[in-house]
Nanobody, 124 residues
Framework: VQLQASGGGLVQAGGSLRLSCVVS????????TAWFRQTPGKEREFVAA??????????GDSVKGRFTISRVRDNDKNTVYLQMNNLKPEDTAVYYC????????????????WGKGTLVTVSS
């Protein structure tokens, strides 16, 4: 299973960005996928997760009402999006997508597959 995240960049406070995570490989269409973020000196923070069907979703408290996770399946490939609206300077971080079979929920330790991060910078 491979994950590739993209879409980060520099945006002003109040603006929007959409991150993409392409999940490919065997059984990738049946994996729970989540977004996390991390800034230097801080623990990795859960942002959002979606089940493989796309029906079940959950969000971290700091992003509820502003971020939306969604997924599109195409044969053996998934693309999971994170639409981020009304961005705040405190949303600045490296964002990572991760995936797993869901047996351990969406705790970071339970997700064995990780992509490289994409940097989001929100200026005030």
């Amino acid at each position: 299973v491979q994950l590739q995240a993209s879409g980060g960049g520099l945006v002003q406070a109040g603006g929007s960005l959409r991150l993409s995570c392409v999940v490919s490989g065997r059984a990738s269409t049946r994996l729970l996928t989540a977004w996390f973020r991390q800034t230097p000196g801080k623990e990795r923070e859960f942002v959002a997760a979606t089940t493989w069907s796309g029906i079940g979703q959950d969000y971290g408290d700091s992003v509820k009402g502003r971020f939306t996770i969604s997924r599109v399946r195409d044969n053996d490939k998934n693309t999971v999006y994170l639409q981020m609206n009304n961005l705040k300077p405190e949303d600045t971080a490296v964002y990572y997508c991760a995936a797993g079979d869901g047996s351990g929920g969406y705790h970071a330790a339970a997700l064995p597959y990780w992509g490289k991060g994409t940097l989001v910078t929100v200026s005030s």
